[in-house]
């Protein structure tokens, strides 16, 4: 195992060197390094693939559990129109796309539905380092883009509850896809109140106890502690570490514990991208470069159309909708999940894998250089659209604009989201205590004067 890592971290130190030296993206460099590591290329495993794996995994988990400390639940709550419209529009989208690209190749229905899922989602992990990586983290856009990608994630479980259903029954089973709905709205609702009540108020009373040594091990346990929960419950892993790590958004220390993570998130996560390259079979490649191409052409071109039109119909400007859409043209972690249930299941076509794997890393190769079309794309747009559609641009801007500066203004009540939750079901508790005692006085006023 120390070898393994040795081997990974080595190789991937120096390949990641030379592509910032050639101005790379370090991502790309990291599944590069996977590739020359992998089975494939010389003809030998130079690391134990389930170790690397494994880690990968829990890079996944640590990435999801940093994005939720950056994100704000008050933040998933203001951007619900945008959020819920982007996300509908471009899973709807590109499942569409999907189908009618397995069917055209000549896939069955359950291989057509598999596939379209596979392409109906951007990868939470890519993105946010894509951003990162070209200095927009601190965007307007980029609240709104990490909202879909949340409600992309939580649609993603049920999504897998349908394609499983189809796959074993070959129907659609309405009646189970509505109870897992309302399973997860419980367990989501449950876990946000009783974290929000209790977390940030433990976190407060023991501050003074908590250095850095102490609180990373604390932040990490209940991470690790709320993905077994979701997994015990039948949700993704990945689901509860963003979960706990929105919940930690809401406490003093969420700062602090990001600035910890982020040492431990980057090594984890390089592991991952390099567990994405050892699968990537260079023979493969070549036999089916064309539907290679293909699928990611299908990808960027539905990305960029059902994005772009999600985003403006959820309210945003076409310039944030653009910048969105130009960074969501890849697939990742999710369509290997996917690829994996099918392979699971006896029902995936076995040349679907190679071809998806392939696009998963031609698409996340040229997002960098497809993010940094989005502006001039959009000038261009802007220059050629018709005068009512310009006018229509720019009243969106001015709106956005305002409902920035409203939302910026000081105010007197500095509360977060999480006091506001708790003064919210304190209110209604002692509320229905009055209640109560309003009943039962006059109850009892009614008893004296009956008597």
């Not at 951007?79 to 397995?102: D, E, N, R």
């Not at 001039?376 to 604009?401: G, M, W």
Request: hydrophobic share 55%.
């Amino acid at each position: 195992m120390v070898q393994d890592l040795y081997i990974l971290m080595i190789t991937a130190a120096v390949v990641s060197i030379l592509f910032k030296l050639l101005k790379q993206p370090v991502v790309l460099g990291y599944i590069v390094a996977g590739v020359l590591v992998g089975p494939y290329l010389f003809g030998e495993t130079f690391v134990n693939a389930a170790n690397v794996k494994a880690w990968g995994d829990i890079g996944v988990l640590f990435v999801l559990f940093c994005i939720g400390l950056e994100f704000r639940l008050k933040n998933l709550i203001s951007s619900g129109k945008v959020a819920a419209v982007g996300a509908l529009t471009i899973i709807g989208g590109m499942m569409l796309f999907g189908y009618l690209a397995g069917v055209d190749a000549g896939f069955d229905m359950v291989n057509s539905l598999f596939l379209a899922g596979m392409l109906c989602m951007s990868s939470t992990t890519i993105v946010m380092k894509a951003i990162d990586e070209a200095g927009m983290s601190k965007e307007r856009f980029v609240k709104g883009a990490t909202s879909i990608l949340i409600v992309e994630d939580v649609v993603a479980v049920v999504l897998m509850v349908l394609l499983s259903s189809i796959a074993i029954r070959h129907q659609f089973e309405g009646a189970e896809l509505a109870g897992k709905v309302v399973d997860l709205a419980i367990t989501l609702a449950g876990w946000f109140v009783c974290g929000i009540l209790i977390i940030p108020t433990l976190i407060r009373k023991v501050k003074k106890h908590l250095n850095d040594e102490t609180l990373i091990i604390l932040a990490l346990g209940l991470c690790l502690g709320m993905v077994l929960t979701a997994e015990e419950a039948g949700f993704s892993s990945a689901l509860g570490a963003f979960v706990m790590g929105s919940i930690l958004a809401e406490t003093v220390e969420s700062h602090r514990i990001e600035k910890l993570m982020t040492p431990l998130k980057n090594v984890f996560a390089a592991i991952f991208f390099i567990s994405v390259g050892m699968m990537i079979d260079p023979a493969s490649l070549a036999e089916y470069w064309m539907s290679v191409v293909y699928v990611s052409l299908i990808i960027i071109l539905g990305m960029i159309l059902f994005t772009t039109l999600g985003c403006w119909w959820g309210g945003q400007t076409m310039r944030d909708s653009m910048l969105t859409s130009f960074s969501f043209v890849q697939i990742g972690e999710f369509s290997f999940i996917i690829a994996g249930l099918g392979t699971s299941l006896g029902v995936l076509n076995p040349i679907i894998y190679p071809i998806i794997v392939a696009s998963s890393v031609l698409t996340t190769f040229l997002t960098p250089y497809i993010m940094k079309a989005a502006l001039p794309c959009y000038t261009f747009l802007y220059n050629h659209a018709s005068e009512s559609f310009r006018a229509k641009i720019d009243k969106r801007e001015q709106q956005v604009a305002e409902a920035e500066a409203e939302a910026a203004k000081p105010s007197g009540d500095k509360k977060s989201f999480a006091d506001h939750a708790r003064h919210a079901v304190r209110h209604t508790f002692f509320l229905k205590r009055l209640v109560n005692l309003f009943i039962k006085n006059m109850s009892a006023h009614d008893e004296n004067h009956s008597s």
